[in-house]
């Protein structure tokens, strides 16, 4: 299977759960990882599986996978597979009540991108998941690594 795992990163974590993706879907696969801004027209010709992996950012994907995923034209996708992820901070490792709310109501960016890029024609399947970080800079949480190689070992 052709596979392209797209991700953005700020500090280190949503590279680190992409690069283990990468590593678990290695075998027997022809597999490109790159980050958003790198991505050319080209890598994404004659996919068979996309995975996309964003920092969530107030609410939504970071603006460089957000681009990315705007510059995929509407069909391209058509045939093609697709998992996208996001990083988080769990509500409750939340201290402002206020932002518990906001996460509540507006939620994460791993549902917001699968929408989207099944517009663009893909076929999600997987469903988007979230992986958590302690904090802002992280780390990953323990045990998140392990939900991570289940989660795609899910992909069909
Ligand atoms: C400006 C900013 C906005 C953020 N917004 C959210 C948010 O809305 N929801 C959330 O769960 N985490 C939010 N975070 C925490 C990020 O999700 C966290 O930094 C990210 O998962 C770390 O991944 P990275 O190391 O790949 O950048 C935000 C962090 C920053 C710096």
Known sequence: MKILI????????????????????QEDNELKI???????????DNIELLVVGSPTRAFKPSTKIAQFMKRI????????KVAVFDTRISKEDTKVK???VMIK???YAANPMAKL???????VVVEPMGF??????????DGE?????????EIE
């Open 132 to 141: 958590y970080v302690a904090g802002t800079e992280g780390p990953i949480k």
């Open 105 to 107: 109501i507006f939620g």
């Open 6 to 25: 797209v991700y953005d990163s700020y500090f280190g974590n949503t590279k680190e759960i992409a690069y283990l993706i990468a590593s678990e879907l």
């Open 73 to 80: 034209e509407f069909g391209s996708l058509k045939g093609v």
């Open 117 to 123: 890029l099944a517009r663009k024609g893909g076929e």
């Open 34 to 44: 790159v980050k958003a801004d790198d991505v050319k027209k080209e890598d994404i």
């Open 145 to 153: 690594k392990e939900r991570v190689v289940q989660w795609i070992g």
């Open 98 to 100: 206020i932002l518990k």
